[in-house]
């Protein structure tokens, strides 16, 4: 696997970086995270430091969040390349086309060139541990996304084979879990039974390599788009951002699991009894802190590289 050591372990830039401007490129869209470029057959991801939580963006940019975004995201859409194919062209300012190049230094570390594909409106999550929303549903239901688990559970339990529990969004834009006979008509029967297999596959490579690395991937979830009728990965991989990160060392089935993921922001927020509604919180000096060096542990441990 190609490794970039003119980005690895290059320092975020002093001042975090909220939202990007790129004047005469054209403006393809923004969201909680990244904002997107249009460049013709092709688009630029630009990650920024934004952090968002029960699907509300914080007013408290995380420093250098957008680097370890984008960086982790290359090294894993490298290493399963072989896997499926992906979106993912370069990260290298240096590759990007010409007319980004007055741009360099802002997009340094935090931009990845990609080829433009038709987004799939699914949000394909593979879990093999249980938590969060997962562990929730079984506590009330016995069941999770529908599907019934056995008895007895606790939290942060391995389960016994990772299981897929796609999602959608609302017009309110959070998530809102679904059926796999549910995805069915959204996505059509060919393509969900596409789109399971590759994550499973995904997940179970991903895991493999993260627990090598002393750490669990408790679950994650990943996106995919259609070029030239194919389903190939796109958005981002295995990242703090769209996965829960355990260290192997502490795990401990039966409640929380420590983590190098946004958990610990999510954490603090339920502590001071947030309605998990726009306006956020202020987050304190502290947080923002702890946050930034989570997401940085999370890439140190998995890559083995400094960030």
Not at 221 to 239: H, S
């Amino acid at each position: 696997m190609k490794v970039h050591p003119y980005l690895i372990g290059a320092a975020p830039a002093p001042t975090p970086v909220a939202q990007t401007v790129l004047p005469g490129i054209p403006f393809f869209a923004r969201g909680k995270v990244r904002d997107i470029y249009d460049l013709g057959d092709r688009l630029l991801l630009v990650a920024s430091d934004r952090i968002s939580a029960f699907d509300v963006v914080m007013n408290e940019p995380i420093p250098g969040k957008g680097l370890v975004l984008t960086t982790l995201s290359a090294y894993w859409f490298e290493a399963t390349a072989e896997l499926l194919p992906n979106h993912y062209i370069s990260i290298d300012p240096a590759e990007f086309p010409t007319e980004l190049q007055p741009f360099s230094a802002q997009l340094f570390g935090r931009a990845m060139l990609v080829k433009k594909a038709e987004r799939l409106d699914i949000e394909c999550v593979v879990r093999g541990y249980l938590s969060g929303s997962a562990w929730n549903e079984y506590r009330t239901m016995g069941t999770v996304a529908g599907l019934a688990l056995s008895r007895g559970l606790k939290e942060s339990d391995k389960l016994e084979k990772p299981i897929f529990t796609p999602a959608t969004k609302s017009a309110s834009g959070h998530d809102i879990n679904i059926s796999i006979e549910e995805m069915k008509p959204i996505v059509g029967a060919e393509v969900t039974e596409t789109l399971v297999q590759k994550s499973i596959a995904l997940y179970n490579f991903a895991e493999q390599r993260a627990r090598s690395r002393g750490i669990i991937l408790a679950d994650t979830k990943f996106e995919f788009g259609l070029l030239n009728g194919e389903a190939i990965l796109i958005d981002e991989v295995c990242t703090p951002d769209s996965s829960r990160f355990w260290p192997a060392d502490s795990y401990t089935p039966g409640g929380p699991q420590p983590s190098f993921d946004k958990q610990y922001l999510r954490d603090y927020l339920l502590s001071v009894g947030w309605n998990k509604e726009s306006p956020p919180p202020t987050l304190p000096t502290e947080v923002v802190a702890g946050t930034a060096e989570k997401y940085r542990e999370a890439f140190t441990r998995i890559t083995g590289l400094e960030r």
